[in-house]
């Protein structure tokens, strides 16, 4: 829509003012003849100003305005109009416009000459700012706030351009290399730089040229004074509108403390580990003198008593002399045995397994693990056509021992000394042993700790039978585990995988 006075009233424009308006028709447009008058008012501008055009048409433009500007717009356009000459004539002004209800709202208006340089007949365009402004302040708005978040970054947070010039710098930057905003600025980025690091620069930026980060990059950065900081750097390309990449913003993240956290990590672990080492040295030495303890103590009973004999006149005691020695060196065969299981388990190879049958290991290892035990009347119960076992002969006797003699030793304050050996199918998959005595029974507290290595309540004892028995039995695929007996004392049990075939 274009408002203006009867055509008859209006001066000879050509077509090509209304081309002129009505491309501009999205701005007000108004004209102005060489009296100030109104006399054309289009339709944007009465929605702009809320005045329909028959009640300004005639009228000065300066009602438009809010009343600062009318003063100066006068002047302007009398000026414009006797010489031609205006201040940002045809260029604009940004002013308040003045509506029908007298709000007041921004406006950018251009004066320019009529058609043909016409001069006595003006040609004004309103645009209203109103949006644009308040888009302004949402920009400037959200510029403040992506500022104070930059500002407020742990991280530094700093730009540069293509050639390498600071161009921006926030205030983590200036904490963490030392340098004010006002210092940096324009400097060259490889002050940040040690010397034997400045070779990165170029590589980060070739990168950068074709568009590309370079993300969570672990280097040295020197600071004001210069000491040298461990960073993790991410550089990333800013582009222009179209899409150019113009610079690079710089993310630089302290990593000194996590540096010196990893160190001290390391530090640890190698402590640690040496610690291991230790404990576990102390482990095998307390087993290996925890296992041959017995095999010795028999050898030197052997012969002692091979001693006595060889002095005794008696001619029969030559015999059982030599017989004491004999086994004397079974039991120091034994003893490398044992030395020998103990290396192959430690080191974790496989130790030797054969087929046996669980209750002829379970007869060999009773005398050994009962050998100076006094009245206890020992029960065998072994279970006929058990399934063989795959088992390190050697090692499953040593748990047998190991859980005899503490049978042993826990009944020897008791009144009734009853063991029981049994040898047991179960589940048609496992066989299993149990070792049941009426000894002191063991406490719930005792019973959780028990199967740790150091665990014990002996006097003379090593607390480390029942963590290397686990561990044997565990190796072999079965449990070892520890039941209360009801009627008093204590049952110790494990199980052992079962093979198909039966022993003849
Ligand atoms: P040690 O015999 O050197 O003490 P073990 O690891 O073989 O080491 O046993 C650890 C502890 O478990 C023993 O000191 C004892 O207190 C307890 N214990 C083991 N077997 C029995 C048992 N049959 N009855 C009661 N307590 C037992």
């Avoid at 009233?9 to 999205?26: H, K, M, R, Y």
């Avoid at 060489?34 to 339709?43: E, H, M, Q, T």
């Avoid at 963590?467 to 072999?476: D, F, L, N, T, Y």
Wanted: charged share 25%.
């Amino acid at each position: 829509m274009f408002h203006a006075l009867p055509r008859s009233s209006l001066p000879p424009w050509d077509d090509t003012l209304f081309e002129v308006v009505l491309a501009a028709a999205v701005n007000g447009v108004m004209a102005i003849d060489d009296r100030g008058r109104i006399s054309v008012f289009s339709g944007a501008c009465e929605s702009m100003f809320q005045y329909r055009h028959e009640e300004v048409l005639g009228h000065g433009a300066a009602m438009l305005l809010a009343a600062p500007f009318r003063e100066e717009y006068e002047a302007t356009r009398r000026l414009f109009q006797k010489t031609g000459e205006a201040k940002n004539a045809g260029t604009g002004r940004e002013l308040q416009g003045r509506r029908k209800d007298g709000s007041e709202f921004p406006i950018f208006l251009t004066i320019s000459d009529g058609p043909h340089s016409n001069r006595q007949m003006l040609l004004v365009v309103v645009q209203d700012l109103t949006d644009l402004n308040h888009d302004r302040a949402i920009h400037a708005e959200q510029r403040a706030f992506l500022a104070a978040i930059v500002d407020s970054a742990n991280d530094a947070i700093l730009s540069k351009t293509l050639d390498g010039k600071i161009t921006s710098w926030n205030r983590a930057a200036e904490t963490l290399f030392g340098y004010s905003t006002a210092e940096i600025i324009g400097a060259p980025i490889t002050r940040l730089f040690p010397e034997d690091r400045i070779g990165e620069e170029a590589d980060i930026m070739n990168r950068i040229r074709a568009g590309v980060a370079t993300e969570h990059y672990e280097t040295v950065r020197l600071r004001k004074d210069g000491k040298p900081i461990d960073v993790s750097v991410t550089v990333s390309p800013i582009r222009d509108s179209a899409g150019t990449v113009i610079g690079a913003s710089k993310t630089v993240r302290d990593i000194t403390e996590r540096k010196l956290a990893e160190a001290r990590l390391q530090t640890l672990s190698a402590e640690l580990f040496q610690v291991a080492r230790v404990t576990e040295m102390g482990l095998v030495s307390a087993a290996i003198a925890h296992e041959l303890n017995q095999p010795l103590t028999a050898i030197l009973n052997y012969t002692n008593v091979a001693k006595h004999l060889i002095a005794s006149p008696d001619p029969a005691a030559k015999t059982k002399a030599s017989e004491a020695v004999d086994k004397a060196r079974e039991q120091a065969q034994r003893a490398g045995q044992i030395i020998q299981r103990l290396r192959n388990f430690v080191e974790k190879r496989d130790s030797t397994r054969t087929l046996e049958d669980i209750n002829a290991v379970t007869e060999d290892a009773l005398p050994l693990g009962l050998t100076g035990a006094r009245a206890i009347k020992t029960t065998l119960a072994l279970a006929p056509n058990l399934q063989p076992v795959l088992i390190d002969k050697v090692q499953i006797q040593q748990v047998l021992v190991n859980l005899l003699r503490n049978a042993v030793d826990a009944m020897a304050q008791s009144q009734q000394r009853e063991l029981t050996v049994a040898t047991a199918p179960v589940n048609g998959a496992w066989v299993q042993v149990s070792v049941t005595d009426t000894g002191c029974g063991v406490s719930l507290e005792l019973a959780e700790r028990l199967f740790r290595p150091f665990v014990t309540t002996k006097a003379g004892g090593m607390g480390i039978g029942l963590a290397i028995s686990r561990s044997i039995i565990e190796a072999h695929g079965g449990r070892l585990s520890l039941v209360p007996n009801p009627s008093g004392g204590t049952v110790f049990q494990f199980t052992l995988p079962a093979t198909k075939c039966m022993v003849d």
